[in-house]
């Protein structure tokens, strides 16, 4: 069966720090992977999706970047974090491109 | 358009009662529409969905309702249990997969 990892689990990070966020999964081969911001109470807001290796799409312009190094492999990135970065960050992953999505159980973010 | 808009926001109901969630689109393209439960600190996890060749579909007490001439689908959560309270995200899908806002729901014992 499939499973999707995400670490660390929570992070305190003063703001202007670098940020380093992980998610793999287990059990399918090339999945299309997704990294999702949540705040507090509001709904999902998709950061950046990616179809294959090396191939990243961004959907919101900010200070993240996202990396796929490795085909199970999402990483999720900042230079400098800023306080507006807080939240509760989600990796999911799907068969194909439109199908559902299955998340991982989250980083929660909190920029001081 | 790839919007899908969810209502309530929040609701509050009592134990045992009947929870409705509505969902909106207006992209005919849209062929799947699945339903997410997510628990307080948790990432959302699959809970129903339905395609548009059915008009409804049941699991347990969670039933959706589709329409597919008005464009709308609903879930269901009969006899609604406290451990019910979570917030639900429709979601629709065509080409890409796109959330509805999600509503929070309370099930006072």
Known sequence: ?112 | QQQVKQSPQSLIVQKGGISIINCAYENTAFDYFPWYQQFPGKGPALLIAIRPDVSEKKEGRFTISFNKSAKQFSLHIMDSQPGDSATYFCAASGSRLTFGEGTQLTVNP
């Open chain 1, 1 to 112: 069966s499939q499973t999707i990892h995400q670490w660390p689990a929570t992070l305190v990070q003063p703001v202007g720090s670098p940020l380093s966020l992980e998610c793999t999964v287990e059990g399918t081969s090339n999945p299309n992977l997704y990294w999702y911001r949540q705040a507090a109470g509001r709904g999902l807001q998709l950061l950046f999706y990616s179809v294959g290796i090396g191939q990243i799409s961004s959907e919101v312009p900010q200070n993240l970047s996202a990396s796929r190094p490795q085909d199970r492999q999402f990483i999720l990135s900042s230079k400098k974090l800023l306080l507006s970065d807080s939240g509760f960050y989600l990796c999911a992953w799907s068969v194909r491109f439109g199908n559902e999505q299955f998340f991982g159980p989250g980083t929660r973010l909190t920029v001081l």
